[in-house]
């Protein structure tokens, strides 16, 4: 569980990172808007990672 929830802290570290770095490129610019929604995005991944995880059964990996 504390993997999810590093993965879930990272990525939107990176979505709100790379919505901050926009503002650096000529043409772009920072919103909050879409830094959120990027969140939004993260949180909806997540979510339905979680359902597939408890919805499709396990089966070990076979290596030969």
């Known amino acids: 569980e504390s993997r999810g929830t590093a993965s879930g ?18 043409g772009r610019q920072y919103e909050t808007e879409d830094m959120l929604l990027n969140t939004l995005g993260v949180l909806l991944g997540i979510a339905a990672a979680l359902l597939l995880r408890r919805a499709l059964p396990h089966r070990p990996i076979m290596v030969e």
């Open 9 to 26: 802290l990272a990525a939107r570290l990176l979505g709100a990172l790379l919505e901050f770095g926009q503002g650096y490129v000529p």
